[in-house]
């Protein structure tokens, strides 16, 4: 028999969320997830009416869901934010040319503004010329330098307050096993609080 969510008890449920222990079906799930930030924002406060928010967006799930539920909660809730996507184009052949595909089609879909900052235009090179010169070994580390102060040089051009990025829980345990493993106990305890 199949189990019926545990929200609205008229659908089937989809899911079971590890955090909750709740089984829901999909659009229950939604609205869950959807509350949950919604609830995190207010708590801690993130935003004021009429700040300029920089939604990092790759054209993966991660930023994708973000964009939408930023849009979404910001309507839903009123929060008076002027949102806007910034994606980075790091000059990696065949690996950032469909993802900047997904991200002008999130632009038109959820209609908010678009700055793609490329690693050319601001450094005056490419990650494939970086790998030229520094070969395959530690590209990963220059990479996510550069990309994340691509990210805030192009916040400063577009004069956003606040940047917001996407991040699922798998991120953020590899980021800790990472911390962990290097034996970085000042990034750990960044990561952990």
Same mark, same amino acid.
Not at 10 to 23: C, I, N, Q, Y
Not at 61 to 70: G, I, Q, R
């Given at each position: 028999?199949?189990?019926?969510? @545990?929200?609205? @008890?008229? &659908? ?9 222990? /709740? @089984? ?10 959807? +509350?949950?930030? /919604? $609830? ?9 009416? !009429? ?11 991660? @930023?994708?869901?973000?964009? /939408? ?10 929060? !008076? ?22 991200? &002008?089609?999130? $632009? $038109? $879909?959820? +209609?908010?503004p678009l700055k793609i900052v490329s690693y050319e235009e601001l450094y005056g090179w490419t990650m494939d010329a970086i790998v030229k010169q520094v070969g395959l070994k530690n590209n990963c580390t220059f990479c996510g330098v550069f990309r994340r102060q691509a990210l805030d040089r192009g916040a400063v051009m577009l004069k956003v307050? &606040?940047?917001?990025?996407? /991040? ?26």
């Amino acid at each position: 028999m199949p189990v019926l969510c @545990s929200c609205c @008890s008229e &659908k089937r449920a989809v899911l079971k969320r590890p955090k909750t222990g /709740h @089984s829901l079906c999909k659009a229950c799930f939604f609205w869950a997830f959807e +509350e949950e930030v /919604h $609830q995190t924002i207010v708590a801690a406060k993130l935003f004021r009416p !009429g700040e300029t928010v920089g939604i990092a967006a790759s054209g993966g799930k991660d @930023s994708t869901v973000l964009a /939408h539920v930023m849009k979404l909660l910001n309507e839903r809730h009123s929060y !008076g934010l002027e949102l806007m996507l910034i994606s980075v184009d790091e000059g990696i052949t065949g690996y950032r040319d469909d993802s900047l595909e997904t991200v &002008k089609r999130n $632009q $038109q $879909q959820y +209609e908010l503004p678009l700055k793609i900052v490329s690693y050319e235009e601001l450094y005056g090179w490419t990650m494939d010329a970086i790998v030229k010169q520094v070969g395959l070994k530690n590209n990963c580390t220059f990479c996510g330098v550069f990309r994340r102060q691509a990210l805030d040089r192009g916040a400063v051009m577009l004069k956003v307050d &606040k940047i917001c990025t996407g /991040h699922n829980a798998d991120d953020v345990a590899e980021t800790v096993l990472m911390n962990i493993l290097r034996g970085d106990i000042a990034r750990l305890r960044r990561c952990t609080a």
